[in-house]
């Protein structure tokens, strides 16, 4: 149990600091997330603009 709040110490340290990794690591994921999404959606916009031409 000591040994897990050591570690948690440690993270809650770490999340408090100017150039935290944990936030770097969020940062990291959160932009990859946004360029997933942006061009997987483009190609997916202009699907749906073709689709709704043919109306």
């Given at each position: 149990?000591?040994?897990?709040q050591?570690?948690?110490?440690?993270?809650?340290?770490d999340?408090?600091?100017?150039?935290?990794f944990?936030i770097?690591?969020?940062?990291?994921?959160?932009?990859?997330?946004?360029?997933?999404?942006?061009w997987?959606?483009?190609?997916?916009?202009?699907?749906?603009?073709?689709?709704?031409?043919?109306?």
């Open positions: 149990m000591s040994n897990l050591l570690k948690l110490e440690a993270w809650i340290n999340v408090n600091r100017e150039n935290s944990t770097q690591l969020i940062e990291k994921f959160l932009d990859g997330m946004f360029s997933f999404i942006k997987a959606g483009i190609p997916f916009v202009v699907y749906l603009l073709f689709e709704i031409s043919k109306w």
